[in-house]
């Protein structure tokens, strides 16, 4: 018995802190990266579980690299995804974060995805 069910689309994201942004044709040495699963609802749904709470993720992911990496933190963290799907020939959506230490500002630019939205009609 699951306690929460998210449901929504997985983000491949790819998090930068650097101190400050640089300027155009510039550069900037990154202080930290990390790459994990993201997305609103994802996101919640792996905080619950880290929390000890049994969680499940009903979702379409596209079956790339971005997609398994995403399935595969999911059931790192505890996450039930019987009931999502790798779906071939699909993408998952990607988020590059760029964020400024020295201004506590962050930056976002976004790929979306091909995986297919999810059906209201179809039931757990």
Known sequence: MLDIIGIGRPVKDLLVAVDHMPEGDGAAMA???????????????????????????????????????????????????????????KTTPFCLCIAETSSQTRRFIGQAGTASDLDPADTL
Request: charge should be positive.
């Open 31 to 89: 202080r930290a990266v990390s790459s994990q699963g993201g997305g609103n609802c994802a996101s919640a749904i792996v905080a619950a579980a880290r929390l000890g709470l049994a969680c499940g993720m009903y979702a379409n992911i596209g079956a790339d690299a971005k997609g398994r990496f995403c399935r595969d933190d999911f059931i790192r963290h505890g996450v039930d995804v019987s009931h999502s799907s790798l779906e071939p020939n």
